[in-house]
């Protein structure tokens, strides 16, 4: 009888404890279910927060710091492009500097090209563009302390060189006579170089057209061997009647002559 009531009770127990065991999980799976719901909802604000302060940053401050970002790219752009204009100046300017040392280098053999006709020793660089090459050696300086231009030069140039026969020869003969000469005002010309034009109107007594032809030689086809007294002449306009070619004309010649100062 003992036995069967031990027996009675100890079944009673495990059925208590069986049934306090499920409470327990039952309310530690509630427990867990509360916790996960809080730890969600603050999820869900902290989310909520962010989403609000992103949408300050991207309202606020992105554009300004868009806007300052695009700023510093463009003026990036802008000094690589100046650089690279500046790397190309540099590289013309020390091809520029080349050819004037050749030029200078080679002036007596260019002015015997020109006004002998033997170019021989004329190097392959400055033989290609020659015309450019004696325009660079005939333009001189027409700058004056007391004028603007230096007119005495001018008439000087056209008297000894390009009225007579033979240039630069004092006793050569002329069979023209300069009967007006006029002077515009300097223009600047801008380039690798700076250097200037000056319009000038001459008005010249040919007696036939073969003084006309030897006087536009003069200005085209020799160089003048003292270097103070050269002058790049371009013509501009002639005013010839080539009807009456054997007859003396007074012909009206527009030039232009460039120079530096």
């Not at 300052?68 to 091809?95: A, I, P, S």
Request: aromatic fraction near 10%.
């Amino acid at each position: 009888m003992h036995e069967n009531q031990e027996l009675i009770n100890n079944l009673l127990e495990k059925q208590k404890t069986s049934a306090y065991s499920q409470q327990v999980a039952r309310d530690s799976e509630e427990n867990q279910l509360l916790i996960t719901r809080v730890v969600t909802a603050k999820y869900k604000v902290y989310v909520i927060i962010l989403l609000i302060i992103g949408l300050l940053l991207g309202t606020t401050y992105l554009p300004n710091a868009m806007s300052h970002y695009d700023g510093v790219v463009n003026n990036y752009n802008k000094k690589q492009d100046q650089l690279l204009e500046l790397q190309k100046q540099v590289r013309d300017f020390t091809l520029y500097k080349d050819e004037l040392n050749s030029i200078a280098y080679n002036e007596t053999a260019v002015i015997n090209c020109i006004n002998e006709k033997n170019c021989e020793n004329v190097p392959e660089n400055l033989s290609w563009d020659l015309r450019t090459v004696v325009s660079f050696i005939q333009m001189g300086d027409l700058s004056s302390e007391k004028m603007l231009i230096d007119e005495e030069k001018i008439l000087k140039n056209l008297d000894y060189y390009l009225i007579k026969n033979e240039p630069g020869e004092i006793s050569s003969s002329t069979n023209w006579r300069i009967q007006r000469i006029e002077m515009g005002e300097p223009e600047t010309i801008e380039g690798k170089v700076k250097f200037y034009k000056l319009p000038i109107d001459v008005e010249i007594s040919f007696d036939q057209k073969d003084d006309l032809i030897t006087f536009v030689d003069n200005i085209e086809s020799y160089i003048i061997l003292n270097k103070e007294d050269r002058i790049l002449y371009v013509i501009d306009e002639v005013s010839y009647d080539i009807m009456a070619y054997d007859e003396e004309q007074s012909t009206a010649i527009s030039l232009s002559a460039y120079y530096f100062r």
